[in-house]
């Protein structure tokens, strides 16, 4: 959406392996065309006015508040508790450290700041770590999918490609052999088509507050990996309107922000199949997998009205309570600008991000 020299562009989130819960009691309903008042204050502007003009249209769910914080699992939970005045932040960084000793935690699990105070101007970095213990609580992840690039006339470029991630801390189970020091090393690869079949990623995220991740990329046509800036995850994957930084709706490192808290509201929360955890199966002794349902989208199955963009299946959405927080990257050289993210105020996920470009 351009508005003046802004270009403004709206990411959206579905949780895998959470579904979120709000108050229950009301019936499911449809977001759409004919219902778009409903949608006042529960969506981001750009997004209802797609509602509105009728390229959106969304089920809404209710879901039950106690069975949803059990999606979280009790130690965590109440090592969150625990957690209650143990850290505190860094002003120059917004760097976690133990009160304590003043320094980086070598290792920390659930959310270290349980509590959060509106009025408090560290809130907004505050949440931003909350959101981070959250990610980190599975010890890590994997998952092939396909990128497709859509505009109005439909499908333009597809990506197949492979992501995993291993975390250090912040994980179940305690501490790991951690030398090198560092909160997680993720890779990205393209499996197909062959024009970028075997273009690769390796990040590597540091503990220490003032080391910026390290990042380096494989191209096969060149045989050569390269050191490249944490900047590039703001820049386009394939030349679609994707970013790495999209992943979880935001993937960089805590430190490299300035957040701020800016306000609280209740928004609809896009979920994978249901508003509960899906069914996980061991696959081995330190595996498991959940095996999502297919979110056909409708260029695909050509579903009722909307965009060709527009997930016709497999999605719903329930109202949650959710923290506003603006974030502006340090990095010069990071393409984004202002970022407005709509984080759940219980389980500290991102359902929604708007973002403004430097242009």
Request: include cysteine; glycine fraction near 8%.
């Amino acid at each position: 959406m351009m508005m003046g020299a802004l270009v403004r562009r709206v990411a959206l989130l579905a949780l895998v392996l959470l579904g979120p819960a709000t108050a229950g009691g009301e019936d499911t309903w449809i977001l759409d065309a004919t219902s778009w008042e409903r949608g006042k204050n529960l969506l981001p502007e750009p997004v209802l006015k797609r509602v509105q003009a009728g390229e959106y249209r969304f089920p809404v769910v209710p879901a039950d508040p106690a069975r949803f914080h059990d999606n979280y699992s009790n130690p965590f939970w109440a090592a969150s508790a625990a957690n209650e005045g143990k850290y505190d932040l860094d002003p120059a960084s917004c760097g976690l450290r133990e009160k304590a000793t003043g320094k980086v935690p070598d290792f920390y699990f659930g959310y270290p700041f349980p509590t959060i105070t509106r009025d408090d101007p560290q809130a907004g970095c505050q949440i931003a770590w909350n959101f981070t213990a959250a990610s980190l609580m599975g010890g890590g992840s994997g998952a092939s999918f396909y990128l497709t690039g859509l505009d109005q006339k439909g499908a333009y470029r597809t990506i197949r490609t492979r992501i995993q991630a291993t975390a250090y801390v912040g994980r179940h189970g305690g501490p790991v052999d951690n030398p090198e020091r560092v909160v997680a090393k993720a890779t990205s690869l393209a499996l197909e088509p062959p024009d970028v079949e075997g273009v690769s990623t390796l990040t590597v995220r540091h503990l220490d507050w003032d080391k910026p991740d390290d990042m380096w990329a494989f191209v096969p046509q060149t045989r050569r990996a390269r050191h490249i800036s944490a900047a590039s995850r703001s820049e386009p994957v394939g030349g679609m309107d994707i970013f790495a930084d999209d992943i979880n709706c935001y993937a960089g490192k805590v430190e490299t922000y300035r957040w701020r808290l800016v306000g609280e509201t209740q928004i609809l929360a896009p979920v994978i199949a249901q508003p509960y955890a899906l069914p996980q199966r061991q696959v081995s002794p330190t595996r498991w997998a959940i095996d999502t349902p297919a979110l056909p989208a409708r260029f695909e199955d050509k579903s009722g009205p909307g965009v060709p963009w527009l997930i016709t299946a497999g999605l719903v959405f329930v109202p949650r309570p959710a923290w506003i927080v603006e974030g502006v990257s340090t990095d010069p050289y990071y393409n984004f600008g202002k970022v407005i993210m709509y984080f759940d105020r219980e389980m500290y996920r991102i359902y929604w991000k708007v973002v403004t470009n430097r242009a």
